[in-house]
């Protein structure tokens, strides 16, 4: 097989769920004897640790998805290097690498979009996602069939699912969770969600269940890892419903999996969701789920299978699920043995090799 030269362009700082997936696809990528390029902004997380996995790291500004100083890096550098393929994880990544590649035949443009909201304006329809892009990867059917509603050339659009990463799991103490850091006892059930604090995910329709459910079940604790631009609005929220006692934000912890394995139920209270992750990782550690039925979660969750199933900002039902959990631990246990068999067909080696074989196919 012909090995490629890949470039991959983020421009995120921080580290999430999408930049975890690109890092776990260089990595497979640069396994399986394809040359791969990392462009990111220097101060971003992806490029601290891209750099500790050994990867070829390049930085750009990145400031701004109008970019043109950094989309003329970058064309100097595909044209020189003689490129195959530039994968963009971001949305501003992927207007920049737009302007890079105008005229460039020779370089294909693949785009991943992990979110599943419309595509509304007239220029993303017909100049992001029109013919200049030669293939989109959805990480979710949810979001194919939105951009598909949108006007996008079906042919043009595969569905590749984020993957479970095993690795860092087992790296991980085997053993340790935080309930006695936290000074929680076997007694108290909890509730955890691992999640940037970010609008979309609707962390406020949590805390209003968590404010019914307390009420119930003082017993019950509500564990929120992760960091984001809504942190001081949550805090606020807290203070405001009375739930200090009862809710915890974790911020961002190095080592995830000592959180899961403190939970008893995985709560995520999206309104939008292109996948998320987090729900494998939940999975692997048997957990059963309360979601909302955004985007591409139905795809994970199944509605009394391995978990429930809520509609968006439904606070109130959301509170009826978690109470309804909380009281039956049989039902719990149940669930959570079956969320692991999902994990098979959802597998970050599936990923990889479906994404080199789009990478392939484009470049026949």
């Not at 909201?117 to 194919?144: C, E």
């Not at 999996?257 to 709560?267: G, P």
Request: charge should be positive.
């Amino acid at each position: 097989m012909k090995e490629l030269t890949i470039i991959h362009l983020d421009t995120q700082t921080s580290w999430r769920g999408g930049e975890r997936q690109a890092l776990e696809l260089i990595k497979g990528l640069n396994s399986r004897n394809q040359t791969n390029i990392l462009f990111c902004k220097p101060s971003s997380e992806i490029s601290k640790r891209a750099k500790e996995a050994g990867i070829r790291v390049m930085h750009l500004s990145l400031a701004g998805e109008w970019d043109i100083v950094s989309a003329y890096r970058l064309r100097s550098f595909i044209v020189r290097e003689r490129v195959n393929v530039v994968h963009v994880h971001t949305s501003h990544a992927h207007t920049i690498a737009l302007f890079a590649l105008l005229g460039l035949t020779s370089c294909k443009l693949v785009v991943s979009r992990r979110v599943d909201f419309h595509v509304k304006d007239y220029f993303s329809r017909r100049f992001k996602y029109g013919r200049s892009v030669d293939k989109i990867i959805t990480v979710s059917d949810a979001i194919r069939r939105i951009l598909i509603e949108d006007g996008i050339d079906p042919k043009s659009v595969v569905t590749i699912r984020s993957g479970f990463v095993l690795g860092e799991f087992i790296k991980s103490n085997t053993t340790k969770n935080l309930r006695s850091q936290l000074n929680l006892s076997d007694d108290n059930v909890v509730i955890v969600t691992v999640a940037a604090l970010a609008p979309h995910k609707a962390l406020h329709v949590l805390l209003k269940a968590a404010h019914i459910v307390v009420k119930k079940h003082p017993e019950a604790r509500f564990l929120i890892a992760g960091e984001g631009e809504m942190k001081s609005v949550i805090e606020k929220n807290i203070y405001n419903l009375g739930l200090e006692k009862f809710v915890i934000l974790l911020g961002f912890i190095k080592d995830i999996a000592s959180v899961y394995r403190t939970a008893d139920i995985f709560a995520l209270s999206s309104r939008e969701e292109g996948l998320c992750t987090s729900i494998l990782d939940g999975m692997y550690f048997g957990l059963p789920f309360v979601t909302t039925n955004a985007g591409g979660i139905p795809e994970l969750v199944q509605d009394q299978v391995n978990g429930l199933l809520v509609p968006v900002n439904d606070h109130m039902l959301f509170a009826e699920q978690l109470i309804y959990l909380i009281e039956n631990p049989d039902r719990r246990k149940k669930m959570g043995l079956r969320s692991s068999g999902f994990l098979e067909n959802n597998s970050i080696e599936k990923t990889i090799e479906d994404t080199l074989s789009v990478y392939r196919d484009l470049c026949k």
